[in-house]
């Protein structure tokens, strides 16, 4: 088991760039999360998916778009990089009524 | 909405120190809590949990009792070691997970 997979490690941007953070998972978890971590404010939570086709926002959700096609694969997008979305990115997964959630390594993203 | 404080950090200290970290919750109900451990570069692992009132979770030497009365969860270890340097989060469960902002240990040989 590769467990929760993050690509890639890190990554710099200019401000109004695109791009897509990817996660996958091999535990055929139904729940996926998406969450931002800064400095002195913890994990905050940006998108989560309770299964494939079913997405729904968490706390911080704006500017950020996702997917859920499969059950491996929960994508995180970028739309138009903004210096405030300067964070790192950790996605996780878990079974939906399990208490343990499983997280990837990270995503460091800058954007300048 | 839900919440979680924590103490604030860095905690600073000598190895076989006793350690104490205070979680407070706000929160509807009885959520599950948690604490998670985040190593340099890396992601959050779990560390232990506790699901009801008075609920004792425990692993590596670390416990945290969950206190419906006082609304806390702290961790505890008894003789911290220069391995347990770390980020600690606390963290609640009802319909999604809320976190702490997190407590820094540094432990000195």
């Known amino acids: 088991n590769a467990g929760v997979t993050q690509t890639p490690k890190f990554q710099v941007l200019k401000t109004g760039q695109s791009m897509t953070l990817q996660c996958a998972q091999d535990m055929n978890h139904e729940y996926m999360s998406w969450y931002r971590q800064d400095p002195g404010m913890g994990l905050r939570l940006i998108h989560y998916?309770?299964?494939?086709?079913?997405?729904d926002q968490g706390e911080v959700p704006n500017g950020y778009n996702v997917s859920r096609s499969t059950t491996e694969d929960f994508p995180l997008r970028l739309l138009s990089a903004a210096p405030s979305q300067t964070s790192v990115y950790f996605c996780?997964?878990?079974?939906?009524?399990?208490?343990?959630?499983?997280f990837g390594p990270g995503t460091r993203l800058t954007v300048l | 909405g839900d919440s979680v404080t924590q103490m604030e950090g860095p905690v600073t200290l000598s190895e076989e120190a006793f350690l104490t970290i205070n979680c407070t919750y706000t929160?509807?109900?009885?959520?599950?809590l948690f604490w998670y451990v985040q190593y340099p570069g890396e992601g959050l692992q779990l560390l232990l949990k506790a699901t009801k009132a008075d609920d004792k979770g425990s692993n590596k030497g670390f416990e945290a009792t969950y206190r419906k009365e006082t609304t806390s969860f702290h961790l505890e270890k008894g003789s911290v070691q220069v391995s347990d340097s770390a980020v600690y989060f606390c963290a609640l469960r009802r319909n999604d997970m809320r976190f702490g902002a997190g407590t820094r240990l540094t432990v000195k040989p």
């Open positions: 998916s309770v299964g494939a086709g079913i997405t």
């Open positions: 929160a509807t109900g009885y959520p599950s």
């Open positions: 996780a997964s878990r079974f939906p009524l399990a208490d343990t959630q499983y």
